[in-house]
């Protein structure tokens, strides 16, 4: 996948489709964080310079506010801004989202957790799940698999793309829970990797990817490649704590004809000075 690099995000592009993750530079991307206005103003700004950064606007940006669950809304342009917009907080209790309409932005804010995007090459329709280790368990990234199936999508026709999330390494767990979530229920053992004195490492897209294979997903994955713990450039709940800022990571697809928006050489915004 193509990479751009900006203080404010990464982005992927690959054929039609253009993947965003924010930067911790850009700012914290979750709502309610600390629960003041002071929170709420400083994440509109953050939203703001994304959009004028990125050459996305922010009224086709639409995201989800997260229940770790397993609901999965079907978005189009009137949702747009939902999740964005601060006075635009309504899409409350879905993990994930599904679109068909070409040029609508789906986000996930995460800070660990894998964005999992599901995009069908023919059919043009687009899908995004929060995969954590509860939306593992649930099997959410197969249950997208299976619905987008269930509109018509081919599963030769469909690829998967994981954005920046955790890795093995950094995701160390003592918690016997986790350990027979992985184990024995998932019946993925080859996702916890023992680390000696009690502890272990849990391979989040090692499980994730299990789940997709056994729903019957033959195609074609990709990886930015990218561990945001590792990583200084993004937050870490693991590497920070709990109060840290979460990214946002936005999908959309393009036609050939008319692509994604491209910052170009415009001048930096007054708040990047």
């Known amino acids: 996948m193509l990479q751009e690099e900006s203080p404010w995000y990464v982005r992927f592009r690959h054929e039609e489709l253009d993947l965003v993750t924010t930067t911790r530079k850009n700012g914290n991307m979750l709502y309610g964080a600390t629960g003041s206005c002071l929170d709420t103003t400083a994440v509109a700004g953050n939203y703001r310079r994304l959009g004028e950064a990125s050459g996305i606007a922010l009224e086709r940006m639409v995201r989800v506010l997260l229940e770790h669950g397993d609901k999965i809304l079907e978005a189009d342009g009137s949702s747009g801004g939902e999740g964005v917009l601060p006075d635009r907080q309504n899409l409350k209790g879905f993990d994930g989202l599904i679109t068909g309409e070409r040029g609508l932005y789906l986000g996930i804010t995460t800070a660990d ?36 199936v269930a509109l018509g999508c081919r599963p030769e026709n469909m690829r998967v793309i994981y954005g920046p999330g955790i890795c093995p390494d950094c995701y160390v767990q003592s918690d016997a829970l986790l350990k027979r979530v992985f184990q024995d229920d998932l019946e993925c053992p080859r996702a916890v990797i023992p680390r000696g004195g009690g ?37 870490s ?28 050489e415009r001048a930096l915004p007054p708040w990047a000075e």
């Not at 995007?117 to 329709?125: A, F, T, Y």
Request: hydrophobic share 40%.
């Open 113 to 148: 957790c894998f964005p999992v995007v599901i995009q069908d090459r023919r059919k043009g329709l687009l899908g995004i799940v929060h995969c954590g280790w509860r939306g593992i368990a649930l099997r959410l990234e197969a249950q997208l698999f299976r619905r987008m």
């Open 199 to 235: 502890y272990y490492g849990i391979d989040l897209q090692r499980a994730s990817r299990e789940n997709l294979r056994r729903a019957g997903f033959p195609g074609e994955i990709l990886d930015a490649g990218i561990c945001n713990s590792c990583d200084p450039r993004f937050f």
């Open 237 to 264: 709940v693991r590497r920070e704590g709990s109060e840290t800022g979460r990214m946002v990571t936005l999908a959309a697809l393009w036609n050939g004809a008319d692509p994604a928006p491209d910052p170009g």
